[in-house]
């Protein structure tokens, strides 16, 4: 069977769920048979819970997430191989001896990396009792655990490692059709332990990610710009507050919101005069209107001034209420002009910087060199940024697909699936 095709298909049906927490981590799919599944000895799903949290323990214990969804499974089994009835007078007890085994398996051949068993023994009132002081005993701290999966996790990063240029045609194919969130999503399933090859996924990703921003930049100012046409000036905005300075639009966007603030602004310094043309009576509602005007736009004198004229007309407790109404108002339009003077500040620093590369003494290529050293500094630190901002939205992107995956695995038996399928048959 073609071995590429599997894991194609593995790939979107599992790897897309992984738990956003585990970004970065090698992870092993934790499968568990159903509740009193006959070839697990019947047991309950508050016993089986309790075998989950023990492999979950596992895992953890030993540098491996246990949450994700990936092309590596780790399922449990379980062989009662002897049971033993004693009466002690008052009671009967029964003895429960189990052999408790661990499998770690890749899903796209089969292929089992990893696998250990210990012995159990419990002792209860009766069958389910001593099966539950079986689960009880085992012993997450046991080197055998800590031995498989030591050795399955050198062989999960040579798998990786083998793969690593697959990994990033596939990642290509996707960018090709201008799909990069998936592109973006094939590479960081790349544990951070892979580092020849982490190192290579992270340099794409970011190139990538860059390439999905401007997309989407494009798209939302593209949207802006059909909302103002539509006079839908809140709207317009809304898609603009989002463009982040790294984005190559930025400036265009901000320009834009510009204009929609000097527009908001003379609309609702309008709508305030109206209100307070109304006296007293209309002081909370020109209160809000006034809120709405920045500070630094074309009509905030203007805006000041009726400001001044109304809290000079009201008494102190009047005051103290339409200075509640105005600051409640207040806090978006100082999200919206912080934007702006972002926006301005970078394109101030952007003209400094290019007058600086222009002068030729010695005194300012010292400086200049400072400010390739800064300039550095900035790229480690915008390089960080954005691997956290990759990581968010691939998070977000494997979360939601989790639930879906997450509903369809309820339609069959995966624990069946996992341990009977052999692929390199």
């Not at 499974?73 to 009662?80: F, G, H, K, S």
């Not at 690593?164 to 201008?178: G, L, P």
């Not at 544990?191 to 990538?208: G, H, L």
């Not at 059909?226 to 265009?252: M, Q, R, S, T």
């Amino acid at each position: 069977m073609n071995i590429v095709l599997l894991f194609t298909i593995f790939f979107n049906s599992f790897l897309i769920a992984q738990n956003p927490s585990d970004l970065g981590k090698i992870t092993l799919h934790i499968v568990m048979p159903t509740d009193q599944s006959t070839n697990f000895a019947n047991l309950k799903s508050k016993e089986l819970n309790k075998v989950r949290s023990k492999i979950t323990s596992i895992t953890s214990r030993n540098g491996i997430a246990g949450s994700g969804k990936g092309n590596f499974v780790i399922y449990p089994t379980i062989n009662i191989y002897d049971e033993e009835k004693m009466s002690t007078g008052m009671d009967n007890l029964v003895i429960v001896r189990a052999e408790f085994s661990l499998v770690i398996k890749e899903i796209n051949n089969g292929q089992i990396y990893g696998s250990c068993s210990v012995e159990l023994e419990g002792t209860g009132r009766d069958r389910n009792r001593a099966l539950s002081k079986c689960i009880q005993s085992i012993n997450t701290r046991d080197s055998e655990f800590k031995n498989m999966i030591e050795g399955a996790k050198a062989k999960i990063i040579n798998y990786y490692e083998s793969r690593c240029n697959d990994i990033q045609e596939e990642a290509r194919s996707h960018s090709k059709r201008r799909d990069y969130l998936s592109a973006i999503s094939t590479l960081m399933q790349v544990p951070n332990e892979v580092s020849s090859c982490y190192n290579q996924i992270s340099a794409k990703s970011i190139e990538y990610y860059n390439y999905y921003i401007e997309i989407e930049c494009q798209e939302n100012l593209s949207k802006a710009k059909v909302a103002k046409a539509k006079n839908n000036w809140d709207e317009a905005a809304e898609y603009i507050i989002g463009i982040l300075p790294h984005y190559d639009c930025y400036f265009e966007a901000m320009s834009m919101l510009k204009e929609i603030e000097d527009h908001r602004c003379s609309v609702n310094l309008g709508k305030a005069e109206g209100a307070w043309s109304k006296g007293e009576k209309g002081a909370d509602e020109a209160a809000m209107y006034l809120a709405m005007i920045p500070s630094d736009s074309e009509c905030s004198k203007r805006a000041t001034e009726i400001s001044n004229e109304i809290r000079n007309r009201l008494s102190d407790l009047e005051k103290r209420n339409w200075d509640l109404e105005y600051e409640k108002y207040n806090r978006e339009t100082l999200i919206i002009e912080n934007a702006l003077k972002h926006a301005q500040n970078m394109e101030e620093k952007s003209i400094d910087y290019q007058h600086t590369e222009n002068m030729k003494d010695k005194q300012l290529k010292e400086q200049k060199e400072n400010n390739i050293h800064s300039e550095n500094m900035k790229s480690k630190e915008v390089e960080l940024e954005n691997m956290k901002q990759i990581r968010k939205l691939v998070s977000s992107v494997w979360e939601s697909k989790a639930e879906i995956a997450k509903s369809k695995s309820k339609e069959k038996d995966e624990y069946n699936y996992y341990t009977n399928f052999n692929y390199s048959e």
